[in-house]
Every structure is written in C-alpha cells, then in structure tokens.
C-alpha cells in the first residue's frame, strides 16, 4: 500500500504561484510514476501532469505546459508541481497519484491516490 499526503494549496491572485507537494509513505516510492490530477466543482477529474519513476520524462496537459513544473525527490519519497503565472480557470482541489508503471494521462490508470489539496486563484 502506498499512503499520498498532499500539501501546499491555499489561496493565490492571478499571476502568483504555489508549490504543492505529495509525500508518499513506502520507501518503495521510487518504483511508482506519479501524476497531478484536479477536480473543480462540477466538472471531470483532470489530468495536469506526470512524472516517471527515475524522473527523466514528464508529461504535462497543454492547459498548464510552460507554467506548471514537475519534479521528484526520491530521497525524501515526495513529488512536487510548481505552479506559475497563475490563472483563477487553474481554482480546483489538486490529487497526487500514483501507479506502479509508466507515465498515464488517464487517472483510472492511477492506483493510490492522496486527500487533495484545494488551490483558488481570485482574479
């Protein structure tokens, strides 16, 4: 089993930034790719991006490419998004993720999830 612990979110104006981060409990975590999912109010679960197990391939959704960034650390069993040139359309509650396989842009994919974090960007 693999326990997610997000951290981070909170509230932000247009254009600022925020760096969330998901803790995973297994020392295992570096066998797993991981990915960033959100979810605003009435709308589908989202794909925002992700990272394979070594760290040297990511994927991001188009929505966020060239503002969102993210990283591992499998020393410290964490994965990070670095959030820039915020957008309020960017206001949802953000999961981490993981699977014991490849990088997936489809969250059914994704095994173990985490309790989300809420992230709103005012205008």
């Known amino acids: 089993q693999v326990q997610l612990v997000e951290s981070g979110g909170g509230l932000a104006q247009a254009g600022g930034s925020l760096r969330l981060s998901c803790a995973a409990s297994?020392?295992?975590?570096?066998?797993?790719?991981m990915g960033w999912f959100r979810q605003a109010p009435g709308l589908e679960r989202e794909f925002v991006a992700a990272?394979?197990?070594?760290?040297?391939?990511?994927v991001e959704a188009d929505s966020v490419k060239g503002r969102f960034t993210i990283s591992r650390d499998n020393a410290k069993n964490t994965v990070y998004l670095q959030m820039n040139s915020l957008k309020p359309e960017d206001t949802a509650v953000y999961y981490c993720?993981?699977?014991?396989?490849?990088?997936?842009?489809?969250?059914?994919?994704?095994?173990?999830w985490g309790q989300g974090t809420q992230v709103t960007v005012s205008s």
């Open positions: 993720a993981a699977r014991l396989g490849v990088v997936g842009r489809t969250h059914a994919l994704y095994d173990y």
């Open positions: 297994r020392r295992t975590f570096s066998s797993y790719a």
């Open positions: 990272i394979n197990w070594s760290g040297s391939n990511t």
